[in-house]
């Protein structure tokens, strides 16, 4: 199975910062990674897929870039609603694999 | 808009069996690839099982394979997961997912709001 390691597994950040969530594939994956958004008690939200296309209705300071085995998905301007924990994905090939998840936090 | 219904979750004892079903909504249900993810409590994502549009191909994760089945009534709008020969490490909240897939891979636009599975004597 590919395995998925994102990091920071958990950090906090202040309203109005930009952050950068990492995700790595142990092996390459192409572009087909996905980023969701999972509040607490809540189903998870798809926000990124093809590594890079935002989900319709996402706000554009959600971006995702990379290819092979690397991805990045960055906050541009963080806003109160935006903490939560983040999941990457593979979809390359089955087992489908997620990342552990990253948890971001109110400083 | 799309929504999909989890149902028949609960309470279950080790080696027992649960079918799990998730009614869709608000799109061509017979056209999309769908799929169950579970969450066991505090843990991470991990995906369970998927199936193709036409319910002629299904794919299992490890620990599940030869214990669950996935299947699909298109007439009827609605996913199943048969679970048997259940343990304690399947206590999860499983959610239904849509796919939106590219040549055969799929990421989950959708979700369900998940419904609780716990295995306990």
């Known amino acids: 199975a590919i395995r998925m390691t994102q990091s920071p597994s958990s950090f906090s950040a202040s309203t109005g910062d930009r952050v950068t969530i990492t995700c790595r594939a142990s092996?390459?994956?192409?572009?087909?990674l996905a980023w969701y958004q999972q509040k607490p008690g809540k189903a998870p939200k798809l926000l990124i897929y093809a590594a890079s296309t935002l989900q319709s209705g996402v706000p554009s300071r959600f971006s995702g870039s990379g290819s092979g085995t690397d991805f990045t998905l960055t906050i541009s301007c963080l806003q109160s609603e935006d903490f939560a924990t983040y999941f990457c994905?593979?979809?390359?090939?089955?087992?489908?694999?997620f990342g552990q998840g990253s948890k971001l936090e109110i400083k | 808009e799309v929504q999909l219904l989890e149902s028949g979750g609960g309470l279950v004892q080790p080696g027992g069996s649960l079918t799990l079903s998730c009614a869709a909504s608000?799109?061509?249900?017979?056209?999309?690839?769908m799929n169950w993810v579970r969450q066991a409590p505090g843990k991470g994502l991990e995906w369970v099982s998927s199936?193709?549009?036409?319910?002629?191909?299904?794919y299992y994760t490890d620990s599940v394979e030869g214990r669950f089945t996935t299947s699909r009534e298109n007439s009827e709008n609605t996913l199943y997961l048969q679970m048997s020969s259940l343990r304690a490490d399947d206590t999860a909240v499983y959610y239904c997912a849509k796919g939106t897939c590219s040549g055969g891979s799929c990421a989950f636009d959708f979700w369900g709001q998940g419904t609780p599975v716990t295995v306990s004597s």
């Open positions: 199936i193709r549009d036409s319910g002629g191909s299904t």
């Open positions: 092996q390459t994956i192409s572009s087909y």
């Open positions: 994905q593979q979809y390359y090939s089955y087992p489908y694999t």
């Open positions: 608000g799109f061509t249900f017979s056209s999309y690839a």
